[in-house]
Each structure stands twice: as C-alpha cells, then as structure tokens.
C-alpha cells in the first residue's frame, strides 16, 4: 500500500505562525492561505486591513503554488515571454504563492495577498516552517 505525507493541523498553524511574524516585522498584516497538494483549503485569516479580493488571490496563489510545485513567481516570469500560460486552468501568475515540500514531496502551498511586494517574502517564511 501506498503512503502519502500530508500537512498536519500543527504544521499548517506552523506556517501560518511564521507568516503572520514575517508580516509582523515588515509591519504588515496579511491574508494568508495554506492549501494541501491538490489545492484544497486547509487555512484562511484575512486581517481586518486587507479587503476581501485578498482573500481570492491568496487562496489563488496558494493553489497554484501546490499544483504547479513551483512559486507562483515562475509562472509570472513565464507568461511575459509565453502569455499562453495565463490560460492554464486556475492558475494566478502572481507573487505570492509558494508551495511547501517536506522530505522532496509537495505537501501543499501557501499564498499571501495583501502587502505588495513582500507577499512572497511572508509565505516563504511561512513555508519555511516546514520541513
């Protein structure tokens, strides 16, 4: 029988932890979503300082992040030479989503919206946290 590794309750507060200390020193506060590995919600906190499209995008991101095993930062890189990307199903080519690999497996992802340019900073350390 096959066995698979998956985010633990304690791991997704783990990441959301790292996330939420992250945005704390950059003085920000974030939405923040940790999806599993086939981009399922597992976490969402959207702050009262962020609005709710946030909330779509860091889920967004998140999802992308663990589908595609890649930062969404690649797929952003990639669709400024090959716009085709953009048609890839459920798939935000923005910063911000990183997914999370334990032991060489993707687990899942996180993804933050809501703070600029250190949305990929905060998930990194989110995704950190793991492993």
Partial sequence: ?????????????????????????????????????????????????????????ATGKARTAAVRERPTAALEDRVKDRPGFLTYPNAIAVRGGVPVFFEGKCVGGVGVSGIGNNDEVVAQAGADAVG
Avoid: F, H, N
Avoid at 38 to 52: A, C, H, I, V
């Fill in 1 to 57: 029988m096959y066995s698979k590794l998956c985010l633990s309750t304690e791991e997704v507060q783990a990441i959301v932890a790292a996330c939420k200390a992250k945005a704390a020193s950059l003085g920000e506060a974030a939405t923040i979503a940790v999806v599993d590995e086939g981009g399922q919600l597992l976490y969402l906190e959207r702050p009262d300082s962020q609005g709710p499209s946030s909330v779509e995008m």
